[in-house]
């Protein structure tokens, strides 16, 4: 079973540029989460969608995040204009259900440097 | 609001056992998980606790009492493999999940 991709790897921008992830989940898995992780922290939850709805995005900046989830399957993230404090690795994650013991599964991440 | 209380670093020798303690506060509660993510890697799951009491798998166990919003993962038999950070993660309300802070476990020879 593929797991989750997501793109690019690696990224650096400069403050006040604007750049987009991009996460293609585990075919099937109708829960995506987006996750900011600063070095030495836990996960913390950017943005969760159940198939193509927002579920919480109760902890996204949205004056400078957005993400959209189309047609239920891949997402992206995206952020404009990028601060010194967005670096970090960003994490998407799927699950078949928001509900229950359905594991999250983890893409590898981007490392997000603003310089 | 929701938060998880972890501690930050815990210390081990080679083959011996080790319990990382975790407490939440959430409005509303699913269940508790746990993750465990090397350096530069993804989190990858471990366990998951709906219910109160112990799941066991392998080498790790998980232990979660509802009533005292308090669960821990425990790992027997310490590997050199096994340093890494360990996350507990509770599904609040909406089905939302909120990581805590992480353990860094080391496990020395």
């Known amino acids: 079973e593929a797991g989750v991709a997501q793109s690019p790897r690696y990224k650096i921008i400069e403050k006040r540029q604007s750049v987009a992830f991009w996460c293609n989940p585990i075919s099937g898995h109708a829960t995506l989460y987006w996750y900011q992780q600063i070095l030495g922290q836990g996960p913390k939850l950017l943005i969760q969608f159940q198939n193509n709805g927002v579920v919480d995005d109760s902890q996204l900046p949205k004056d400078r995040f957005s993400a959209e989830r189309l047609k239920g399957v891949d997402s992206t993230l995206k952020i404009q204009p990028a601060k010194l404090e967005d670096s970090a690795v960003y994490l998407c994650a799927s699950s078949l259900s928001g509900a229950g013991a359905n594991e999250a599964f983890f893409g590898q991440g981007t490392r997000l440097t603003v310089v | 609001g929701q938060s998880l209380e972890q501690p930050s670093e815990v210390t081990a020798v080679e083959g011996a056992i080790v319990q990382i303690n975790c407490t939440y506060q959430?409005?509303?509660?699913?269940?508790l998980s746990w993750y465990q993510q090397h350096d530069g890697g993804a989190p990858t799951f471990l366990s998951y606790?709906?219910?109160?009491g112990l799941e066991e798998t392998g080498r790790f166990s998980s232990f979660l009492s509802r009533s005292d919003s308090y669960g821990y993962l425990l790992l027997q038999e310490l590997q050199m493999k096994d340093s890494a950070s360990y996350f507990c993660a509770v599904e609040g309300g909406g089905f939302k999940t909120i990581f805590g802070a992480g353990t860094r476990l080391f496990v020395k020879a």
């Open positions: 606790n709906a219910l109160d």
């Open positions: 959430t409005s509303g509660f699913y269940g």
